[in-house]
């Protein structure tokens, strides 16, 4: 088999091995991961109670946290080598992150916060960013896209969200509670549009979710409980 084949055949995208995470106060690790392997392009949802190590595994897998201990390694980059300023670069070109509560700047409008992040990443935009910013808002069903988004509904400002994390074509797409502050509509809406965008661009995709809704349309499922995997 060779090393970048899972064994059902398909690239391997994402290795973990003995991964550790300790926090001051605790006596067991919030998470302790043997082994972990995701293919490229998969569809994965992450459950688990209250605690049981949702975030800090989301925040490793980012790179928004530093790996204690053990090998976290995305295609040919292991996360636990790099520096905090190359973890976020390397984030900036990989991960499109779509969090709880949206992470979106009042004061701009729809499109310049799907800009926002490659305008923070570089001095100027790609050309025909804005044209494919404009694309993705319409896709997600933004009909305004110079509509302030302090002045949008909560469902609107979530498909914001993942219009912009969709904007850098990202090969990996991490997506904490996309649905948890929003109706079950909204959140449905929000759902199916994350699944086909991830599946059109053939981007691996990873959900933190309690919605047994969005759990049951996603192929594969890990739950964790007191940070360990269970099968
Ligand atoms: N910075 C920290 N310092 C100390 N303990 C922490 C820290 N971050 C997380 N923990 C602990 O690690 C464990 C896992 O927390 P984590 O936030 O990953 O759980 P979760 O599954 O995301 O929970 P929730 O669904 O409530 O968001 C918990 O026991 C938590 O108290």
Same mark, same amino acid.
């Given at each position: ?159 914001? #969200? $993942? =219009?912009?994390? &969709? ?7 991490? *997506?904490?509670?996309?649905? @948890?502050?929003? /109706? !079950?509509?909204?959140?449905? #809406? $929000? =759902?199916?549009? &994350? ?7 053939? *981007?691996?995709?990873?959900? @933190?979710?309690? /919605? !047994? ?8 499922? &890990? ?9």
């Amino acid at each position: 088999m060779p090393p970048d084949t899972t064994r059902s055949g398909t690239t391997r995208f994402l290795r973990l091995r003995a991964v550790e995470q300790r926090f001051p106060g605790l006596d067991t690790p919030a998470l302790a991961i043997p082994s972990l392997d995701i293919a490229a392009g998969e569809q994965v949802a992450v459950m688990g109670p209250s605690g049981s190590g949702k975030t800090t595994l989301i925040n490793l897998l980012t790179g928004l946290e530093r790996v204690g201990q053990g090998s976290l390694i995305w295609g040919d980059t292991d996360l636990a080598t790099l520096s905090e300023g190359a973890r976020d670069r390397w984030r900036a070109a990989n991960v499109g992150l779509v969090m709880q509560d949206f992470h979106l700047f009042p004061g701009l409008s729809a499109l310049e916060n799907v800009l926002l992040p490659q305008r923070l990443a570089r001095l100027a935009l790609p050309a025909g960013a804005r044209a494919e910013a404009g694309r993705l808002l319409a896709r997600v069903g933004i009909e305004r896209p110079g509509q302030a988004i302090e002045t949008m509904s909560r469902g609107q400002m979530q498909r914001v #969200a $993942v =219009a912009r994390a &969709l904007a850098v074509r990202p090969a990996i797409i991490v *997506a904490d509670e996309p649905t @948890a502050s929003l /109706d !079950a509509d909204s959140g449905a #809406a $929000v =759902a199916q549009l &994350l699944l086909e965008l991830a599946g059109e661009s053939g *981007a691996t995709l990873l959900v @933190a979710t309690h /919605d !047994a809704s969005l759990v049951a349309r996603l192929p594969r499922v &890990l739950r964790l409980e007191s940070g360990r995997l269970k099968d």
